[in-house]
Nanobody
Framework: QVHVVESGGGLVQAGGSLTLSCAVS????????MGWFRQAPGKEREFVAA???????TYYADSAKGRFTISSPNGNTVNLKVNSLKGEGAAIYYC??????????????????WGKGNQVTVTS
C-alpha cells in the first residue's frame, strides 16, 4: 500500500519562505508523476505544481510561476519551495501521486494517491 505524507507547513509571515516536503512509501516512487495542490477555505482544490515521472520536467500554475519550485531531491521525496509567500497562499497543501508511468496533470482527478494535507497559514 502506498503512503503519502506531507510535512513542513505552519505559520509563515507574509513575504517569507517555506519548503513543504512529501514522502512516498510503499510503492515505486520513480514511476509516479507528483503534483502539489492546495485548497483554501471555501474554494476548490487547485493545481500548484507538478513534476513528471520520467526525466523530472516540471510544470507550474500561472499563479506559482517564479515563486514556487518543485523538486525531487532523492528517491522517495518531492519538495515544494515557496518564496515571497502571499496571503492567498494560505491553504491546505496536498501532495498527490499519479498512477504508475502516467503523465502529469493539472487536474486533481488524474491522481490516485494523496496525503492528508499540510496547513500553511500566512501572517501579516
Amino acid at each position: 500500500q502506498v503512503h503519502v505524507v506531507e510535512s513542513g507547513g505552519g505559520l509563515v509571515q507574509a513575504g517569507g519562505s517555506l519548503t513543504l516536503s512529501c514522502a512516498v512509501s510503499g510503492g515505486m516512487f520513480s514511476s509516479y508523476s507528483m503534483g502539489w495542490f492546495r485548497q483554501a477555505p471555501g474554494k476548490e482544490r487547485e493545481f500548484v505544481a507538478a513534476i513528471r515521472w520520467d526525466g523530472g520536467r516540471t510544470y507550474y500554475a500561472d499563479s506559482a510561476k517564479g515563486r514556487f519550485t518543485i523538486s525531487s531531491p532523492n528517491g522517495n521525496t518531492v519538495n515544494l519551495k515557496v518564496n515571497s509567500l502571499k496571503g492567498e497562499g494560505a491553504a491546505i497543501y496536498y501532495c498527490e501521486a499519479s498512477p504508475p508511468t502516467t503523465d502529469w496533470s493539472e487536474f486533481n482527478r488524474e491522481y490516485d494517491k494523496w496525503g492528508k494535507g499540510n496547513q500553511v497559514t500566512v501572517t501579516s
